[in-house]
């Protein structure tokens, strides 16, 4: 009895022994299994990374208008290599609208590859005089380089305050008022009678016009009411063959001075 008993003793510890054994050849191989994914893993995630920069490298530029190539070009290749799913089009948006003659643009990511810039270029409107310093700016008020040939400016604005490469915050109501003008100008086709030269705003109820011919004074008040009425005087003039050196239209009945067009009245 006591010799089955060592036996089963004895099978009992060596089945211990050998489960002891597989869970410990298990833990290993998991162990093993382990080690081998996580390289994997890594592995693939460095070939990975590496595919991405070396497929989504941006290569290609698109900038439109194409004219506008040259502005951007510094900041475009600072991008060149770069991989464009990483690329900030925010940032470079922002970078690109500090350059002066750049108003606004868009940045579109074209994947692979290829990364494209809309670019709207600003406009010169008006030529602008302050103490014999002479520039162009456009309808915001900002001053616009280069200025394409050919250009012709819609008048010349005098004593126009520049400040930051633009007109000066006090000053942008002369360029409002110089809108209202120009319309009421087109509107009533006064291109046919006069050529605003030179507008100056000594304030808005006395704006001087010179124009060539003579000098008109009007005020921003009811001006397209002023300009219906300077039209047909000026309409008038042109079909009796009177000439003139000075229009007041800030009146019911507007001031006309007859003359020659002196040296007081012309564009200065």
Known sequence: MRKEKTEERIREV?????ERRKRKAKSVLIGV??????????AARQGGERFIRRKMALK?????????????????????????????KDDLRESILLIQEIEDCSVLKSYPDTLEIRVLLRKAWIEAEKNGAYFFVDRNGRVVYPI?????????????????NGAAGEEMWKLR?????EKSYN?????????????SFRNKNEVVIYTGRGR?????DGLPD????????????????????YIDTRFENPVVRHGNNTEENRQP
């Open 226 to 245: 002023k300009f219906a009425k300077l039209k047909l005087l000026l309409e008038e003039f042109s079909k009796n063959g009177h000439q003139w050196d």
């Open 14 to 18: 060596r089945a211990q022994a050998a």
């Open 216 to 220: 008109i004074v009007t005020g921003m």
């Open 60 to 88: 290609n530029v698109r900038i439109i208008p194409e004219s506008a190539r040259p502005l951007v070009t510094g900041l475009v290749e600072l991008q060149m290599g770069q991989n464009l799913f990483l690329l900030d």
């Open 177 to 181: 008022a110089l809108e209202e003008i």
């Open 33 to 42: 299994l382990a080690v081998i994914i996580l390289y994997s893993a890594i």
């Open 148 to 164: 394409k040939d050919g250009f012709v400016p819609f008048t010349r604005l005098l004593d126009l305050s520049i400040e930051n």
């Open 187 to 199: 509107d009533n086709n006064l291109q046919k009678h006069i050529k605003l030269e030179a507008v």
